[in-house]
């Protein structure tokens, strides 16, 4: 898992050398803007890779054999792109990536807004890995919501796909409200602190040209507020991969897959194991 | 969960632990609570009827007592997973047509009220200490462990000490909860000096070296 991508900071705001230090899988780091670039160092001051993508700066401990994952529609026009600040939650960085792909708990966590009872019902759907890319898909989601988005105007049933393309990295794509042939780009960027603490950088790519950028990150962040009030009481803080340590339904089967996926590829950093 | 507060000395082996003054615990509210190092969520349905269970919802782990409360059946807060008094599990609200599995169930402790104390126990075997008609005043969390107030104040299961009449629930971490009594029939003023005196108690031993 030292060998993929992770989100470390926001591109816009990373200051002049000396820079400023951060926290990457427990290990401390720094990253700073040198002659118009922007680069990392580990604690003993060695060049860490440095990638820009999505308004984001990545880094690895150690040496990604791929580029960044594409996100297709952060290039077409008309489109805007909102970095939502950043969110600390005290949780596993694979927790925080497990809830982001949740939606039974939309009525219950965020009520009136992603969802509502009586609506609560997750119709069947499709889940599977994309041997090609290596990447975790869930399609065809289906989701009642009183308030879909900021733009949003009463509720719809809205559908969503989910894609996981890193162990702590999440896109989703929703119904646009205002625009319904297109889709609006939610992703969730997580860097692990360390097993059991994270910062959530949640990003956004839509069309919406009534809202503010104020209140577009503000409706985000609200959002994230709830899911953190969940994250920092599951119990273990670590992911369970095993199964039988918790139980599962079928409206489960995307987060069944992650666990899956991660396990495969020996991605367990905040993650659980029978063993221990 | 390292503190393991001891069995009191008395000997009365099925061990039964104060987690909360009745009046704390409101109809359809839910708290979290440890007793012997267990985490535990203590919840009262409307009907009044209390239960304790593991704080964890066997789904994805949420604390239970973060839930809340309709009629005598306890949610989740994260996906609305709903059991009974008993900790089963009668609805998941993502499949409603959905009977849930019978193996779907929270493990419970024993939970019982007594003059306006809730005790539980993990085997429920025996019954609670009758403390009589002694009057429940407060509770009240001190920065010292279990075994350091008794070896301060005695090691009964009700401790008489300045006055009031203490039941001692210890917690993780060198704490302790003091659930504070007094003797029947005080009025307004005679508990507000007590309290005063349970304030001014915690204050000694958190201030004492000798009470490490």
Known sequence: MKDCWFPVGAADDIPSAPGRETLLMGEPIRLFRKAGQIQACDAEGRDLPVTVAYDHVWTSLGTPSQPIFAIPEAEEPGRRFVPCGHVRVACSPLRAVENFLDIAHFPFVHTDILGAEPHTEVYRYEVKIREEEDEVWATKVRFYQPQAAKAAEGGQEIEYMYRVPLPTASVLYKTCPSKPEA????????????????????????????????????????????????LENQVPALLPLDPGKEIPTRADMTSIAYRRWLKSHDYTYGAQLEAQ | MTDTPRTPSQGTPPQWTPVALSRDLAPATAIPVIAEGTELALWRGRSGRLAAWHDRCPHRGMRLSQGFVRDD???????????????????????PELEPNKAICVPA??????????????????????TGALAPLRSLTVERSEDALRDHLGDGVVIEFDGLHLLLQGLPQGRCVLHALTGPGLDAAGQRAASHRLEALRTRFEDSEDIA
Do not use: N
């Open chain 1, 183 to 230: 889709w609006d780009v939610i992703a969730i960027f997580v860097q692990p602190l360390t097993e059991t603490t994270c910062v959530a950088w949640p990003w956004m790519a839509l069309y919406d040209d009534t809202s503010s950028q104020a209140d577009l990150v503000g409706f985000q962040q609200m959002i994230f507020l709830q899911d953190r009030a969940i």
């Open chain 2, 73 to 95: 059946m306890l949610s989740c807060l994260y996906h609305g997973w709903r059991y009974d008094l008993e900790g089963q599990c009668r609805k998941i609200p993502a499949h």
């Open chain 2, 109 to 130: 402790w024993s939970v019982t009220e007594a003059t306006g104390i809730i005790w539980v126990s993990e085997t429920g075997s025996g019954a609670p200490p009758d």
